[in-house]
């Protein structure tokens, strides 16, 4: 490892974290700047810093966003969302309960976080835009959900956790899904408290408009649900099946095309997959091997578990739990636990790095936060944006201490 390159590398996305929220500029763009920059100095070919282009997730999320932003031009998701409304009967505590259920039941089925997310979050904030509820506990809840059921072993963070872990010769798949089935849903509870829901107080139901779907969106919702079934029964990639339903649904002139292209939530995609590419670049030039190696040499058999929560947490918080932080930290368990005896079983570090990677997803410049910003109303991005942080860094902290307090009664 190259030490000068690691130190530089690891400092640039610091640098581009800070000019996208001092200059206000898409911290995406700043990245793919940085990036290229970062491949000028340390002579990395620029096919290199173009794969680093997280592809895959571009499409899935190009796909879902695009798929829901036609039920969202149409006016489907407002129809739904009164409806939603109305089956509570005013009870508002109840709302945001049942999109972290909804959620987690989605993620857990196959689809996974992301899709549950692109699915939820759009219906979810327009049910709290129309019955007055604060769009962060109801975001919240949704990721907290979807990631509760998103480490299943047949949703895609399950199986690249199982699949890592199987290279190092551990079997891990149901005690990783069981461990984010404790931890999330108890900090989803611990959110519903303290962002309000128990102070939720049940009102009459207020008919915002019509409750009866048009023929167009009952085609809109009919094409969904078979996207959706194709996902879950029929195994298909979620972003390229989205995309078909979306051009079904252009097809039937149920929604047209130029008006959905521009309410696409570009900045969020950029974002998401722009600081992607620039941590790419950082693992080519030593920059996260660097925070791994010191971390290694900080922590003690005492520290260890709530340590890599939050080297998983601050990785995650500016990158993909899935495609970044648990490819980076899982290879090196075995050395750990080896160096380590007796602090921690290579299931439980594992189940560590997990948590620690799932509970800052709700930070906005980390996937799941950033389609709940772009699903959320424009007059209340900012707000939300911040309350995200905020929820993002209570999480590492609370998954620290859940795995302290884990290790010692084990």
Request: hydrophobic content about 55%; glycine content about 10%; some cysteine.
């Amino acid at each position: 490892m190259n030490l000068t390159a690691a130190v530089v590398s690891l400092s640039a996305i610091g640098f581009a974290i800070t000019v996208s929220f001092t200059r206000r500029i898409n911290a995406g763009l700043v990245a793919v700047a940085t990036a290229f920059v970062l491949a000028l100095i340390f002579d990395i070919p620029a096919s290199q810093v173009v794969s680093g282009w997280p592809t895959s997730l571009f499409v899935t999320l190009l796909g879902m966003t695009l798929l829901f932003t036609i039920a969202a031009t149409n006016g489907t998701l407002t129809v739904v969302a009164r409806i939603c409304s109305g089956y509570t009967g005013g009870n508002r505590r109840l709302l945001p309960l049942v999109f972290f259920a909804l959620a987690a039941v989605i993620a857990a089925l196959g689809p996974g976080n992301i899709a549950a997310c692109a699915l939820l979050l759009p219906i979810a904030l327009t049910v709290a835009k129309d019955e007055d509820l604060s769009s962060l506990l109801v975001s919240t809840m949704v990721i907290t959900g979807s990631n509760v059921g998103g480490l299943s072993p047949i949703a895609p963070t399950g199986i690249i956790a199982a699949n890592l872990a199987v290279a190092q010769g551990l079997e891990v798949g149901n005690q990783v899904f069981v461990a984010m089935i404790f931890s999330g849903t108890l900090f989803a509870a611990l959110c519903y408290v303290v962002l309000g829901g128990v102070k939720l107080r049940r009102s009459a139901y207020r008919h915002h408009g019509s409750t009866q779907l048009s023929a167009r969106q009952k085609t809109t919702l009919v094409v969904i649900l078979r996207v959706v079934l194709s996902i879950l029964v029929l195994n298909w990639n979620i972003g390229l099946t989205a995309f078909l339903g979306a051009v079904v649904l252009l097809f039937l002139r149920v929604g047209r095309d130029n008006e959905v292209l521009r309410c696409i939530p570009w900045a969020a995609l950029i974002l998401v997959c722009g600081v992607a590419l620039l941590v790419n670049v950082m693992e080519i030039t030593g920059g996260v091997q660097l925070v791994t190696t010191l971390l290694r040499q900080a922590l003690t058999p005492a520290t260890l578990g709530p340590g890599f929560v939050v080297i998983g947490g601050a990785l995650s918080a500016v990158s993909s739990a899935s495609g970044v932080v648990l490819p980076t930290l899982i290879p090196v368990v075995s050395g750990m636990v080896a160096a380590m005896p007796g602090a921690l079983s290579a299931e439980q570090l594992i189940s560590a790095i997990v948590i620690g990677a799932h509970v800052v997803t709700t930070s906005p410049i980390s996937t799941l936060g950033a389609l709940a910003v772009a699903s959320s109303s424009p007059e209340n991005r900012d707000a939300l944006f911040t309350g995200l942080v905020i929820v993002a860094a209570a999480g590492v902290v609370f998954g620290a201490v859940y795995v302290a307090a884990a290790s010692v009664l084990s």
